[in-house]
């Protein structure tokens, strides 16, 4: 039982030493700043990594713009508008974000 329970930490400990980050997976190409005010896979289909780093970075963002939207009397849809606009403005050289018709760009 006790070598059970260290295999399984031992992977825990792997697969959080490779996860990717999210300024990774900007620079990689892998992700980019979505329309919605999400963030998004740039290439489909995204590996499972990069599949789990969206949603992971998507919950937080869905739930800010939440309180956001609670605290400012705006909609959900307003809040993350305006942070996809803030977000382009800030997108690094070389990483992508998506036009208004839903195009991805290169900045």
Known sequence: ??????????????????????????????????????????????????????????????AEFEATAQKTGTTLVQVAYRFYELAVERTAAGNYYQDAAGNWKKK
């Open 1 to 62: 039982m006790k070598k059970l329970f260290t295999a399984i930490l031992m992977s825990l400990v792997l697969q959080t030493a490779w996860a990717i980050d999210i300024g990774t997976a900007k620079e990689q190409g892998l992700v980019g700043e979505a329309n919605s005010g999400y963030l998004a896979a740039v290439k489909t289909p995204a590996s499972a990594e990069v599949n789990a780093l969206i949603a992971e970075v998507n919950a937080k963002r869905k």
